[in-house]
């Protein structure tokens, strides 16, 4: 058996090749996994729970399928769908987990995580996430009227895009001295994260011994999962 982790599909109704992928995936290869870890960005934008939107739905409908079926699966949330409530998890069946958790694996300490929070070389993106991540903030946007908070969505990816064309691609990973220091606060050896885009398995030093940082692939042009078996550790890219 094998426990799967993803993250960064970033579904929309725009891109329904990678919704299909999904699809697929949820009704073949994790139907076999002792578990699923979707390790944020999900979805590309979420301005709440209440959002009829059918993708959603759909979404929800098919996460559920595949829990009902025996496997459990976790969320932790990204830099797009950190809105995502208990109503969704409770229509998905989805269980929320803190922003950074330790598993054990077959014997092995993992640290998962979204991975933005390791983008210390970037303090204006920590300084926004700070502010979008205030308990009230967040409480008043949610009070909005629906067409309002999709106006402002709209508005927040259209300015992050415009900021990232001009940032460099080191300012815009993870640093090397915030992946040891979360690594060693855990007492892990073992760390699995999104966000960047950027899949690989990275060998360091953590804990005054050798570690592995993986790294999960966006699903763009193809799907991308972490398998962790008794045996490996595998980083894998399949087809939609």
């Known amino acids: 058996m094998a426990t799967l982790f993803i993250a960064d599909l970033h579904l929309q109704t725009e891109e329904p090749a990678i919704t299909a992928g999904f699809l697929r995936f949820l009704h073949g290869e994790a139907r076999q996994a002792d578990a699923l870890y979707i390790l944020g960005d999900l979805f590309e934008a979420w301005i709440g729970d209440d959002d009829p939107n059918p993708l959603h739905r759909e979404m929800a409908v098919a996460i ?5 079926s025996g496997v459990p699966c976790f969320f932790i949330h990204g830099n797009r769908d950190f809105l995502i409530g208990k109503r969704f998890a409770r229509e998905s069946g989805m269980q929320l987990l803190p922003e950074e958790q330790v598993l054990t694996l077959y014997g092995r300490r993992v640290l998962i995580m979204h991975g933005d929070t390791l983008c210390t070389d970037d303090p204006g993106y ?4 700070a502010k979008v991540h205030t308990p009230w903030i967040q409480k008043l946007f949610l009070a909005l009227p629906l067409f309002i908070r999709r106006r402002i969505a709209q508005k927040m990816r259209s300015d992050s895009k415009a900021a990232n064309s001009s940032k460099s ?3 815009m990973d993870v640093n090397p001295r915030a992946v040891v220091k979360v690594m060693e606060k855990h007492r892990v050896q073992w760390l ?3 966000h960047t885009h950027r899949p690989d398995i990275h060998r360091l030093v953590a804990n005054g011994t050798q570690a592995h940082r993986v790294v999960l692939g966006a699903w763009h042009t193809q799907g991308s999962m972490v ?12 087809p939609f």
């Open 227 to 238: 398998k962790v078996t008794a045996e490996d550790v595998e980083l894998i890219a399949f």
């Open 126 to 129: 920590l300084a926004f996430r």
């Open 192 to 194: 699995i994260h999104g």
């Open 169 to 171: 691609m080191e300012i």
């Open 64 to 68: 559920k399928s595949l829990v009902d």
